[in-house]
Nanobody, 114 residues
Framework: QVQFVESGGGLVQPGGSLRLSCAAS????????MYWYRQAPGKERELVAF????????SYADSVRGRFTISRDNAKNTLYLQMNSLKPEDTAVYYC???????WGQGTQVTVSS
């Protein structure tokens, strides 16, 4: 069955970096546009970035552009999010998502604090 397992979150100081991973299974990963979303406490889930299935063209939310990089390894069925220059407002649970599949993983917690 379709499954996403997000990992790589943790506690980091402002200005630090984290690399998130999403291990996908149960579908042909390479055929899907993939997304990272995040949700902070009391707030709506918001789009962070997405990457196309073929060209691997990437797009970013204004709040993360220049700091985050989305990438994928189709041979490993894995989506990544490299997060640099982290800010407290990046604190959220981060989720991956495949376009056309209405499914989410458990998410991974990112906390940016001194």
């Amino acid at each position: 069955q379709v499954q996403f397992v997000e990992s790589g979150g943790g506690l980091v100081q402002p200005g630090g970096s984290l690399r998130l991973s999403c291990a996908a299974s149960g579908f042909i990963f390479r055929n899907y546009r993939m997304y990272w979303y995040r949700q902070a406490p009391g707030k709506e889930r918001e789009l962070v970035a997405f990457i196309s299935s073929v060209s691997e063209s990437a797009s970013y939310a204004d709040s993360v552009r220049g700091r985050f990089t989305i990438s994928r390894d189709n041979a490993k069925n894995t989506l990544y999010l490299q997060m640099n220059s982290l800010k407290p407002e990046d604190t959220a649970v981060y989720y991956c998502y495949a376009y056309g599949l209405g499914l989410w993983g458990q998410g991974t917690q990112v906390t940016v604090s001194s």
